[in-house]
C-alpha cells in the first residue's frame, strides 16, 4: 500500500471505528473483546484491498457479518468462559433508566444464539430490509422472518422489563439500543 492509500485508510479507521466497534460489540453478545477481535481481523481484510475497495464501510460491515457468521458454523465455538464477577466491579451503577434498559437489552441479547443475535442486528440497529439481511446471511427471506420473530419472543421471554406494561415496546434510544421489542 501506498503512502497516500495508508493515509486514507488511517483516516478511516480513525473516523469510523467506533461506529463499526459498537456494531461488533452487538454481534458478538456484548463481548468486548471479541469484538475488538472481529473489527481487528475485519480492518485487516479491508488493508489488504484498500485500493480496490469504493465503499469502505460497507465493506468492513460485509466482513464483520461473514466473520460473525463463521464463528457461529464453527463446531466448537473458541470462546472465554464468563466469570461471575468481573475484577473491575466496584464502579457505582449508573442509576439512569436508560442505561439500566440498556445493561438489560445487552445481557438479554448475549443469551441469544450467535445466529438469533446477527438477525437482530442486521435488522434493527443496522435497519436493513429482510431480503438484503437474507442475502447478507446467504438464507431464505422466510428464514430471516422464522428467526427475527423466535428471536424478539425470546427476548421478551429473557427481558419482560422491555415491554411497556400497556403492551407497546418502549423506543430504546439509538445509542446503544439496536432492538425494538415489538408486541
Known sequence: MDAEAQESFQQFVAARSSALLKTAVLLTGGDRHAAE?????????????WQRIDEPEAYVRRVLYRQQISRWRLKWPRREVPVAELPEAGHAPDASGAAEQRL???????????????????????????ADVARQ?????????????????????????????????????RDFSPVEVRP
Open 104 to 130: 438489560l437489552l445487552r445481557t438479554a441479547l448475549s443469551k441469544l444464539t450467535a445466529r438469533q443475535r446477527t438477525v437482530l442486528v442486521l435488522r434493527y440497529f443496522e435497519d436493513l430490509p429482510e
Open 137 to 173: 446471511l446467504g438464507c431464505s427471506v422466510g428464514t430471516v422472518r422464522s428467526t427475527t420473530h423466535r428471536s424478539l419472543a425470546r427476548l421478551r421471554t429473557l427481558a419482560p422489563e422491555l415491554t411497556a406494561p400497556d403492551g407497546a415496546a418502549p423506543r430504546p434510544s
Open 37 to 49: 477481535d472481529l473489527l481487528q481481523n475485519a480492518l485487516i481484510r479491508t488493508a489488504e484491498r
